[in-house]
Structures are given as C-alpha cells and as structure tokens.
C-alpha cells in the first residue's frame, strides 16, 4: 500500500507541475499516444491484479485470525491444492499473453522502419529522414536529402512520420522527447532508426516547442544535455528548409556584431569558426564538426541547450563553458574583455536565416 501510495502521488506531482511537453503522460503524437495506451492498459490490468490480491489477502488475515478459545486448537493442515495451484498458475499465464499481444503487435509496428528507404516516383524520398548524432554534451541534426544542418534545436513539420537515424560520436546517449515517444539508444557502433509523428493539435504557449532530453548517464552534465523540437506546418517548415539551404549568414546590422565575427574567425590561439559552421551546409567529415553547427543559432530557444536564451547567458556560457556543462568539450579562453563578449554575442544572436 505504500509503494502504492507513492507511486500514486509521485504521478500527480509529475504530472501537475513540471514544464509542458516534458511528461509521456501528455502523449502529442501517433507514437506517444499508442505507447501511452499501452501502458494504460497495462498499469489497470497490474491495479486490479494488486487489488484482487489485496483484498484476499485482507478477507482471509480477517476471517481467520485466532479467535478467543482457539488457544489450543491447532487449524486443519493442508498440503497442497492441484485445483487453486492450477488456477493461481494459469490466471497469470493468461494474463501475461493477453499484455503480450498488443505488446508484440505495437512492437513491429514502431518497428516498420522501410519508410525512410521509400522514393516517391520521382526518386525523392518520400518521408522526412533525420540524422541524429549524440555528442558530449550536444546535438547535432542532419537532413540528409536537404543538405543541412543544425544542432540544439531539432525543426520537424507536424502530421508527417519523421524517421529518424540515431548514433553517437562519443559514448552511448540516448535520444528521448518524451510527450512524443519512447527513448532510443544513440550508439557509437550501429545505427538505430526509429520515427516518431508530431501532433499538429498540440502546442504550448512557447508554440510547439517541445522538449527532449538525454536518457543515458554519458557524464557529468549528462543531466545538462537537453534539445528542443521545434514543431511547425509543412509551409513554415519547407520555407524554413530554403532558407537554410540558401547557406548565407545575415547581413550584419552593428559595428559590434562584425566585430563579433572578426573574433569568432580569428583569433591568436584558437579559433571558434574551426569547431563551429555558421552557415547549415557543413560539408566537412563528421568527425571535424567538433562543436554545435550555429547556422540560425539567433532563432535557438536556448543557450547551451537549456539556459534561457539571453545575452547575458551568451556571455557567460563563451566565458566558463566548464561552470555551466562541467566535461563539456569547448575551449575555454578565461581572458576575454566584457566588449569582446559582447560583441561575439550580438554576433552569435545576429545569426539568423533569412527567407
Ligand atoms: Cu548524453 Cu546523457
């Protein structure tokens, strides 16, 4: 009754509060819905298990108990019941088959992968395909039939199966967006592929943003190691693809914002620009993009992944990336003057794709 008890009120605190589209108990797509069905099912069918079980055991503690002058009586002694132990065996085998098959069908059906080898007539893919690669501590995102690329900050349409290819350039991660559906391993030596469907009905206030999260302890900002799905109309989502696709970063508007780009790309000891593309047709091996792709990075929703996108955050993250995602890989170069920040900030924010 405790663990019960618990697990009743730890669903209640989670499901609550907490930030939107965080939760698997808000499912917003085809593959949360189904999964969340499942474990529906599953839960009632183990609660009535437990109840039927709790209360036998209640009746019998109950009817049972020694009563006054039973002191010497010693109760009947029984060895053994074929009948109850064929019932008591049988009921839970039943049970267990019946979970089975929605479980095994739901299986091969997420399963069905063939779609992102599908071609249209014309030999153009006919689903959106994405390649995730997990890295300590960030994301980068693929689109391999559009020639972009972007990190942090996934951009999917909405009402469309999206497929998507999962490995890691690391350690083993694992990609999860839990109102959208259940986790995948990003491994170092195969691919996973899974696909998952963005309901277009389901926004919040932040609009369609919702949230995704590393699922595999990979170090020590493993808990640090968030992304973010930006779900849009097909429309919004295609001009969104041109616009990246055109490969040009903005037109400069401040003096301190082409100061900004003076330092990003050369500097004494190092440079930002060997790490991190500005522009999403990064055609250099996987192995050389070392950091964040930052084409359309003044668009991003956060700093790092999960500070609130500001300046302020900006400069402080290019500042101690090591106090904000300890083991993080960016270089830190302690000595920067506030006016150098502020102006590789207003550069980094300045960063967004034109239509
Ligand atoms: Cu990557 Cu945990």
New binding site residues.
């Given amino acids: 009754w405790i663990l019960f008890i618990f697990i009743f009120f730890s669903a209640l605190i989670t499901t609550g509060c907490g930030k939107p589209f965080l939760s698997t108990l808000q499912p917003a797509g085809e593959v949360a819905e189904k999964q969340y069905n499942l474990f529906l099912l599953s839960f009632s069918v183990m609660a009535i298990v437990i109840l039927v079980v709790v209360t036998i055991y209640v009746i019998v503690l109950v009817r049972f108990r020694r009563k006054k002058g039973d002191e010497n009586k010693i109760p009947k002694q029984v060895a053994g019941s074929h009948k109850l132990e064929v019932i008591w065996t049988a009921i839970p085998i039943l049970i267990i088959i019946g979970l089975s098959i929605p479980t095994v069908y739901l299986t091969f059906y997420f399963g069905d992968v063939k779609g992102m080898e599908r071609v249209d007539e014309q030999g153009d893919p006919k689903h959106l395909v994405v390649n995730v690669r997990?890295n300590?501590?960030w994301w980068e995102f693929e689109y391999p039939d559009l020639g972009i690329i972007t990190s942090q900050d996934l951009v999917v349409p909405t009402g469309e199966r999206i497929y998507f290819n999962l490995k890691?350039s690391d350690?083993k991660?694992?990609f999860w967006v839990p109102s959208i559906g259940g986790k995948m391993d990003t491994n170092t030596d195969n691919l996973n592929t899974f696909y998952l469907e963005f309901d277009p009905e389901k926004s919040d206030e932040a609009g369609n943003i919702f949230y995704g999260k590393?699922?595999?302890?990979?170090?020590p900002s493993?808990?640090y190691?968030d992304f973010k799905v930006k779900a849009i109309s097909r429309d919004e989502f295609d001009r969104w693809v041109l616009a990246m696709q055109k490969n040009e970063e903005p037109e400069l508007a401040s003096e301190l914002a082409v100061k900004g780009k003076q330092l990003f790309e050369e500097n004494d000891q190092f440079s930002c620009i060997s790490c991190h593309a500005t522009t999403a047709r990064d055609d250099r091996p996987e192995a050389t993009r070392l950091g964040p792709n930052l084409a359309d990075f003044g668009n991003r929703t956060r700093v790092a992944g999960y500070l609130e996108f500001t300046k302020e955050n900006i400069k402080n993250w290019i500042q101690h990336p090591e106090e904000y995602k300890p083991g993080n890989l960016m270089y830190e170069k302690a000595d920067f003057t506030d006016e150098e920040l502020e102006a590789l900030a207003e550069y980094l924010m300045s960063l967004k794709v034109q239509e």
Avoid at 214 to 219: F, K, R, S, T, V
Wanted: glycine residues 6%.
């Fill in positions: 997990a300590l501590y890691a350690v991660h694992s590393c699922a595999e302890l990979c170090g493993h808990a190691m």
